[in-house]
Each structure stands twice: as C-alpha cells, then as structure tokens.
C-alpha cells in the first residue's frame, strides 16, 4: 500500500507540475497578445490625434471617432520638457486633490511601455510624448494565474496532508490491531504454562528446573504486557528514569558478551521523575541496546549517557560496531527494514513509534559512521517531572 501511495503523490506532484508549468506559459503568452493589442490601440490613437492636429480645419470624422473610443487605456501627453500637458482615462479627481498623482503615474508609465512620439510642428524638438499604461484586464490576466497557482498549490498540498494523515491512520490501526491480537493469542497458552509451573513447584520437581521455567514464562508475560499496551493508549507514571535506565543496563550486561565493555554516564545525585510507560521505555532501551550488541558481534564497547536539559532529558545509546551506511540512514525506522539475516525490521519502528507517539518525545539517529559505530538519541520531555 505505501508502494501505491508513494506512486499516486509522485503522479500528483507531476500532474501539478504540469499545470503550473502550462498556466504560467498560457498566461504569459495572453499576456503579451494583450499588451501588443493595447500598444496598437494607443499607437492608432495618437495617429488619430496627429490628424487632427494637421487638419485643424477638416472635418475628420474617422480620427474623431477613433480618439472618443479609447476609453480604457490610461494615457498621459508631455511636452518637449517632459511636463505634463494632458491625460485621459485616469481618476481626474484624484488629480485635482492630489499633486503627486499624476506624476506618479507617469513614472509607473515609463517604467512598463516605451512612449509615442508625436512631432507637432516643422521644429523637431517641439514634439509631445504619450505615455501609456496597462489596463485592469492585462494586469488580471498577469496576475490572477499566480493567485489561482496558490489556490491550486494550497488544495494540493491539504489534498496531500489529508491522505498523509489517512495513510497513518491506517497504519495505527493495523499497529494496534496486531499488537491486541498478539498479546490476545499469547494469553491462553501463558496461562496454561503458569499452571503448569506450579504444579512442578508442588510436585517437587527439580528446582532448577522450574526456576528456569518460571523466568521465561514471567518473559513471555512481559512481553504480552508490552503488545497489550502498544495496542491501547498506556498511562504514563511518574517513575525514576535513572533506575529505569540502570536496570535495563543491568539486564542487557548479564546477556552480553564478556569482551563488552559498558560505560555508563548517568547522574550521581539524586533520582530524576518523569511521566513514563515503564514497559513500554524498558522495550525501546532493550531494542537499542540489543542492536547495538548484534552490531559489535561480541566485541566493542556499548556507552550510555544522561544528560539533564531545563526542558527535557537525553539519552544517549553508543556502540563501536559496523556503523549505518548513509543510503540506509533514512530507512532505519522504517518497518520492515532490517540489514540482519534474521529479523522483522520492526524493533527500531517500534521504539520510534513508543517514544514520539507516547510519550511525546524524539528518537533519531544522532550520529553514525560505517566501521566506527553508531549514536542513537531518545529526547523525552520534563514539563512534568518531578525532581527529588
């Protein structure tokens, strides 16, 4: 499903892109056609103006009419000095109140279109210019495509967040579904195998025996609590993040190789509260420290570090072990994606998913380096921690 999902933003992304790219080139050509077309009507409109003023005495009934038609192109006449002599189709009285209007307008003028020139007499130099500029409709057509651009552009992009949102929906379901249906099918057999445990506790069997078996039975119970609770939404307690941490380290040490060496940097004094899913915590720091193990393969040196921030906790995971190639960095967390010959690729997936999901905190890769090892991060937020 993700394959498809993937396909559908890459072919809406292109089918965008596509009437980006064709609305700008459309609305820059009609543009030009506009702007050609009003620079012909200014042009015929100042012939018009130039017959009159060399027939003064002619009845000239098609220049007349072509100078009284032009009522929407905005025109300003200089003289040889460049002051203004006359305009038409502007706010005349916004002229009137205002004095710095109309010159204003001539400057916009120069700036958009060349001027005509209108030689009135035998003197060269006594010429007049018209200065024009561009009517609503050219400048809609410039810029009512980028407006429709961002409109398009904003639909897209919630169109986007909407099936973004709907794909993680689907993914929480089937994450919780399959959580509730493991912890629901590991329910029946762990019940008749803690029976059977007592009843070799009470039939005096070997006690070695059934200690071995108790253990990993109250393993399988732990790991039915932590499904039961990544399928429903766990209770954060109050819990001492120091020892948290010190037990799993603990836990993981008894496990280990003895050619791995643990250092470990936690604070000296005191505990430090913050709202956890104790199970859920303890699940994310086996499944980064088991990594890191599998990475060293028996060998190298696994360091863990606290540190103490004003609003917020960091943990620090480090190995010396073959690294993270940086093709494979943005994969790490994602499910499936596994480089060991055995395994779902769904641990680190997981923990992501416990850590931002909830409790409201980060779990990134902070650094890695092929042959040299690998640092992960867990951040976790202490608005509400209590410090002792």
């Known amino acids: 499903m993700l394959s498809v999902l993937t396909n559908w933003r890459s072919w809406l992304a292109l089918l965008a892109l596509s009437i980006v790219i064709g609305t700008i080139f459309y609305s820059r050509y009609l543009a030009n056609k506009i702007a050609q077309e009003e620079r012909d009507k200014v042009e015929l409109w100042v012939n018009a103006s130039k017959a009159i003023f060399d027939n003064p005495d002619m009845p000239l009934t098609l220049p007349n009419m072509i100078r009284n038609e032009q009522t929407n192109i905005p025109i300003i006449e200089t003289n ?17 109140l205002n004095p710095s209007y109309l010159p204003g307008k001539l400057r916009e003028f120069k700036r958009h279109n060349d001027p005509f020139v209108l030689v009135l007499s035998q003197d060269p130099y006594l010429a007049n ?13 410039k810029y009512y495509p980028l407006i429709q651009l961002v409109i398009v552009g904003l639909l ?8 973004n949102t709907r794909h993680r929906s689907t993914q929480n379901q089937l994450w919780a579904g399959m959580a509730k249906e493991t912890a629901h099918q590991l329910g029946t057999p762990l019940s008749s195998l803690q029976g059977w445990v007592e009843m070799l506790k009470e039939s005096g069997g070997q006690e070695s025996i059934t200690k071995e078996l108790e253990k990993d039975v109250n393993r399988l119970k732990l790991v039915s609590d932590r499904f039961s609770k990544i399928g429903s939404i766990p209770q954060l307690e109050p819990t001492d993040l120091v020892s ?8 993981i040490k008894r496990r280990a190789s003895g050619k791995i060496r643990f250092d470990i940097q936690l604070p000296e004094a005191g505990s430090l509260i913050i709202p956890l899913s104790a199970t859920l915590f303890d699940w994310v720091m086996e499944n980064l420290l088991k990594n890191a193990l599998d990475a060293m393969e028996g060998e190298g040196q696994i360091s863990v570090q606290l540190q103490e921030h004003e609003k917020q906790v960091c943990i620090d995971v480090s190995d010396t072990g073959k690294g993270i190639p940086a093709t494979h960095l943005s994969r ?8 060991k010959k055995r395994g779902w ?11 931002e999901q909830y409790h409201q905190g980060e779990l990134f ?6 042959g040299k090892g690998t640092t992960f991060r867990i951040v976790l937020p202490r608005e509400r921690s209590l410090r002792k």
């Open 365 to 370: 890769v902070k650094s890695s380096e092929p």
């Open 129 to 141: 210019k018209y200065y024009y500029g561009n009517t609503r409709l050219l400048k809609e057509v």
């Open 244 to 251: 948290q941490v010190d037990a799993m380290l603990d836990y």
């Open 80 to 96: 040889e000095l460049d002051s203004i002599v006359s305009y038409i189709n502007l706010d005349s009285s916004e002229a009137r």
């Open 332 to 339: 790490v967390f994602d499910p499936g994606f596994t480089t």
């Open 156 to 163: 897209i992009t919630l169109l986007i967040l909407l099936l």
């Open 345 to 355: 690729g769904l641990g680190l997936s997981l923990s992501k998913r416990i850590i």
